[in-house]
């Protein structure tokens, strides 16, 4: 086997760069992305109205439109700004959250970030990467609290390859779990991938292995501070990583989905990038990112940039970003993290995000250390150890807790994944989020989720709100036109009681 060393200098395939640019340049073109933010930098009220009219007709902003938002400042005119927002969200959407928890596998690195824990250079990190039985049982523990989906996390290094992250795939799935109240047996049916770029032929692995979304987030769209940041390995290279999702298109995946680290730099800067990555993908593919995240830069051991960054973003700017994000791509799904305090988590959440984690552990084999640190500390009396972690992740309520306050706000919680297994995906779904149409299938598939979840998992006080805010949905579907085509309304009904008298992953 290679060294690491050599394993990381054969990693970048100059090839399959070079096929994606356009007269040997890349799509972000810095000069154009500051011009159009000092072009738009006074935009009047009635400009900004009418560019949130053009996303409630859910299309697309340019960079002039999604500039000008950039720009408001005006408290009244933001306020508009997030309840539009919301708007547009319920439009394509409905008021449903998907959730989902992170599974990492492994911290081996041969990068050299200077805002993450895992960098090799960060001697505090213990090294670890788990066994096909740790990962079964990392599972276990997730399901046992009610989750269904995954995104399953790797470093960068020979050992955590593509066929580690097929046979780690294949690992999680593979688990049965019985529900500890309910009928249920839990287990994940839809496992997306955070992982470093790949060629094309390894990411043809990853989609024959069943997973769902593939997720690289650029951290940075600046080149300047890309190239600060990422001083060394594979990811020192910007190209290889701003057109991995390129890539992952060619190999037949067909979701993808785009972020930016917050707090690495200007963060207008970064939502114009991740505006120009939307449209770069459209033109080569015909389909945009499927999901966006925003995590925001957190401590991370051994990383002094990740306290002492310039460019820290605020709890309003946040807000901003948020709102901003969902006007400019109105039909795109938008990932808010357990990073965020829970009082900023849950005022995110109602600007108009579809998707959160809950319940998070990011330390390598850190779900099963928690369980058996909890037992130690109980038997004992002992006080509990924290493991080393990536970041810090600020919202740390259980996956119970943060359904039953999504409840209080009238938000439905959901585990669907029905889209993926029906082939809503790629340009169909796409084509179904644009038209208003895959919210009122997720509308449906989400109560169905939601009845197995307080069924199996869900305390008593959750169960309190979670059955009224079902009888309400069931209300809403019953008096709703779309579900009154064909035999669409009696069919669910069907499936809830098939539900409700204890069958399981049933979808619509």
Known sequence: MATKETWAEQVIKQDEIDKYLINGK????????????????????????????KSLAIERLNPDEVAALLAVDDEDLLQEMYETALEVKRKVYDNRIVFFAPLYCSNLCVNSCLYCGFRKENTEEKR???????IREETRIMTREGHKRMIIVFGEHQRSN???????????????EKSPKGPGVGNIRRINVNAAPMEISELKKLWEAGIGTYQVFQETYHKPTYKIVH??????????????LHRAMEAGIDDVATGALFGVYDWKFEVMGLLYHAMDLERQFGIGTHTISFPR??????????????????????KK????LRLSVPYTGL????????ETHTALMTIGCTQTDASSNIGIGGYTDALKAKALAQAKGIKQIKNKQQFILNDTRSLDEMIREMAKLGMISSFCTAGYRCGRTGDKIMGLLKSCTEGKFCKLNAVLTFREFLDDYASDETREIGFPLIEKELAEIKEMPFYQKGKLHENFLKKYEQISNGERDIYI
């Open 335 to 342: 990932i808010c993290t357990v990073r965020e305090k829970p």
């Open 128 to 134: 670890r990467i788990l066994t096909m039985d740790e």
């Open 231 to 244: 001083p060394a390995g594979p990811k020192s290279n910007y190209q290889w990583r701003l057109y991995a």
């Open 297 to 318: 830069l957190t401590p991370a051991s051994g990383s002094k940039l990740s306290t002492k960054s310039k460019y820290l973003v605020s709890d309003k700017d946040m």
């Open 26 to 53: 890349d799509f972000i073109d810095e000069q154009e992305i500051l011009s159009h933010l000092e072009d738009n930098k006074n935009p009047d009220k009635q400009r900004i109205r009418d560019i949130m009219q």
């Open 321 to 324: 970003i948020v709102a901003i």
């Open 162 to 176: 593509a066929d580690y992250m097929v046979e780690s795939i294949k690992a999680a799935y593979s688990v049965q």
